[in-house]
């Protein structure tokens, strides 16, 4: 196992000295390689802080995180017993807002600092930048424009591409495709599967398109109200009654599915997970 | 009425580089308008120019039969609130409360209504247990949420939404959803630019934005159905309506099935 979660709790400190439960017993173990995870649930959940644990950038408040090997509790952060560089290294993390986490003065510096700061030479890093930058859907142009003078969605493609170029084991993007035009948003998605099914890397993202899940996951965690209530199958998932109760939706796929056969009477033969399967589908069905 | 016209408005940010080129649109006063495009296509950059954040190099904008000018900026802003794509450019309290407050301070609400509006509006995004909380320690969808809560506090006749639901959950979405076709019915001019084309069956209208210029303008059926043009700026045809497409290219669609497929894409 590559990320241990055993108990943790995490709260943070209001600026209202209220304190905000944010993980409450949470026991999770995600594997260094072949897992395609999604992570939903409500707003203000903590689906964010639970993804921050997984690289160190947050340390629970009781119970412990083990990260490749690496055990991250209060003691052991508190003595400087643990050393981030190469966790941050194995474990890439897109943020929600790419605001944080761009600063560079250009795009190029901003994709290379990564690299760099994990001994990746500059040539190298230029040329991962060179890639990534195309990877993302943008032209090798913008490598010499300022990050911050950029559209929404453009700002959401360079965080990508800034942690694409650090080749991390451990991939997990923090809501990567809310912002993306819907061409973007299936493009990357394609990429992260690319990534995952070719170089067997486990791919964790957070999302609120159910569609997502139920497309591309091969597992879904369900956050509720600091409490993980779902660690699954994604078919599964949405075969529950009770997931309206999490605020979650049925995928635009399986609603037309189930609008179809019912109103037209037809029955296919097996659940399409995607476009092409419930094209051929329907064809047979409809011929 | 035209509530709104953009008269040949183009916009640069830097000097031979047009963001947008030629605009010319109009917005009836109690219509509902989407503004889909291409990331980077001008879309953000228009609604700033509506409420008179950034400046036309040319041509010029009439919000309620106002010049948009910098000596008429403080008048037009009583008609037209934004909710930003990002809201952390939106928060300038110290407390979600305050962070209300701030936008109905300008418009000179007095007190006591000050109190009630900020009330019934954190309600209505589900934000009331968090009014004494600081903005920026919120999560995302946390967030967008307060950002909505401050622009419908200060009921203004024209609102634009930029993005404003794409990190909210998909109950939490529908909702804010709801509250707008509530608006809209109670005669609220409504912009919503987004990337998600359901919620655009929505509205009455859609403007569809290639590299700062307009591609198509026209109802929202019109444009929906339009596969090339919609294309052309990446986006993408409903589920209900590719499958049509499908079974059209092969020839298996009966007259019942097409129609129901046509009507359960549109459906509001
Ligand atoms: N920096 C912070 N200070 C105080 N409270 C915080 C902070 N960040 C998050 N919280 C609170 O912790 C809880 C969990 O937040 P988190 O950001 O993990 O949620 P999330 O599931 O990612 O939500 P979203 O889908 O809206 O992004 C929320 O109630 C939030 O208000
Ligand atoms: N401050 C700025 N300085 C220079 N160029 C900018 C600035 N802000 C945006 N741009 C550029 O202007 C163009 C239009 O940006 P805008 O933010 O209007 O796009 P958008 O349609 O809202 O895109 P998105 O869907 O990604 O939010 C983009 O090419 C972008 O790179
Ligand atoms: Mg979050
Ligand atoms: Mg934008």
Redesign the pocket.
Known sequence: MAIKFKKVDFKYQGNDNKAYLALSNITLNIKAEGEFITLIGETGSGKTTLVQHMNALLTPLSGDVEIFGVKINRENVKKKRVKLNPIRQQVGLVFQFPEYQLFEETILKDIIFGPKNFGVDEKTAIERAKNVIKVVGLDESYLS??P?????????RVSIAGILAMEPDILILDEPTS?L?PLGRNALLDVFYNIHTKLNKTIIIITHDMNTVYEYAKRVLVMRDSYLVYDGDPIELFTKKNIENWNLDVPDLLHLINQIETDLNLKLPKKPRNETELFTQLKAVLK | MDIIQMKNVSFE??QD?P?LENINLNIKKGEWLTIL??????????S?LLIGLLKPNQGEIIVDNILLSRETIQDVRKHIGIVF?NPDNQFVGVTVRDDIAFGLENLQVPRNEMVERIEKYAHKVNMAEFLNKEPHNLSGGQKQRVAIAGILAMQTDIIIF??ATSMLDPKGRKMILEYMKQLNAEGVTIIT?T?DMKESVLSDRIVV?KN?KILKIDTATNVLKDQETLEKSNLEMLLPLKVLRYLERENIADEKVRSYLWQLSLKR
């Not at chain 2, 495009?37 to 228009?46: E, I």
Request: proline share 0%; glycine share 20%.
């Open positions: 424009r300022s911050f003078n950029l559209s929404g969605g453009e700002k959401k912002g035009d | 940010y830097q580089q963001v495009g291409h990331n980077g296509s001008g879309k953000s950059t228009l700033k794509q930029d993005e630019i990337h934005l700062g």
